[in-house]
């Protein structure tokens, strides 16, 4: 039998078969090898896999087929190790808020650099912008247009006063769709308000920290009535890459590889080479400063893991 996984638990899973449309209670049967060295987990929401009933309509998982590609998130307890957050997804919805609670740059370019390695189409949605005065609409702006710039896709949202939720539904439509941000940045009541039936559980904004609560624990996935699906995460503190190079890292930041071919060097890793394009367009204000830390940051995590 054939189907598709759309929760977890962890030891347990939900799987949809596909002919009947029936949801069966699922565990792996027998050690499936790890896509990757790190990771703690061979199955995720999205994934296509076969399997087998047994008594009481226990279903047993014995073949996971390929990903077409995946996010992963560092685990909490192993920094060393990493979660599989969602496989095979069409498109990845990243929720940034100015504030309530403030989104930080790196944790976006961290979540586009791996979306870039992973082969996973990004949307970047401006939240919450009818909470916000007219000077903090045009940070927004500004930070929008730099992304533009770069070719990532965005939208100013509000799943409050609805704005612009009729574009990203066709946007998605017939799609697997994943949200991600921070907790508290409106990724629940976002699915609620393209689909209130669904009725997920939402958190209020702590006053004292201005932080989320996490309210989502496990991962599913949800279908929508206009076609597609969306899978529901926990709050992610950090995206991670397992067994990347660090001469890869430049790929996927595209602003920095496009420049870079305006270097002395043809190895040039932009850190502190002699006449390296990046670095002088840092100064100048083409590439971003956000982005580049964060590229620095992920270069020496690769170094560190290659090390290992």
Not at 6 to 19: D, R
Not at 237 to 261: C, N, T
Not at 272 to 287: M, S, W
């Amino acid at each position: 039998m054939k189907g598709l996984i759309i929760k977890s638990t962890g030891s347990w899973y939900q799987v949809l078969e596909q002919e009947s449309n029936k949801i069966f209670e699922a565990r792996i049967r027998g050690k499936f090898k790890l896509i990757k060295t790190r990771l703690t987990n061979p199955l995720a929401v999205g994934d296509l896999v076969e399997f087998s009933l047994e008594i009481d309509n226990v279903a047993w998982i014995t073949k996971i087929e390929p990903k077409k590609n995946y996010l992963i998130r560092k685990s909490t307890n192993l920094s060393k190790e990493a979660h599989i957050i969602a496989s095979n997804i069409d498109v990845a919805c990243f929720i940034y808020t100015l504030k309530h609670p403030e989104t930080s740059l790196g944790f976006l370019d961290r979540f586009l650099a791996c979306c870039e390695a992973y082969n996973i189409k990004p949307l970047i949605l401006f939240n919450k912008i009818d909470v916000l005065n007219e000077d903090e609409m045009e940070v927004v702006k500004t930070i929008e247009a730099l992304y533009h710039h770069i070719g990532y896709d965005t939208l100013e949202i509000s799943s409050y006063s609805k704005v612009n939720l009729e574009i990203l539904q066709k946007t998605i439509t017939d799609k697997v769709s994943v949200f991600f941000g921070h907790s508290g940045s409106g990724k629940s009541t976002l699915v609620n308000a393209l689909q209130p039936a669904l009725n997920i559980r939402t958190s209020e904004i702590s006053e004292k920290l201005l932080k989320g609560k996490h309210t989502t624990t496990f991962a599913q996935m949800h279908f929508w009535d206009f076609g597609g699906s969306v899978i529901d995460t926990p709050g992610v503190r950090e995206f991670a890459m397992i067994d990347v190079q660090k001469e890869e890292i430049q790929h996927y930041f595209p602003e920095i590889f496009s420049i870079g071919r305006g270097c002395k060097y043809h190895n040039c890793m932009h850190i502190n080479e002699p006449k390296c394009a990046v670095v002088e367009n840092i100064e100048t204000g083409e590439i971003e400063e956000t982005r580049y830390m964060t590229y620095l940051k992920l270069m020496e995590e690769a170094e560190e893991n290659t090390a290992q």
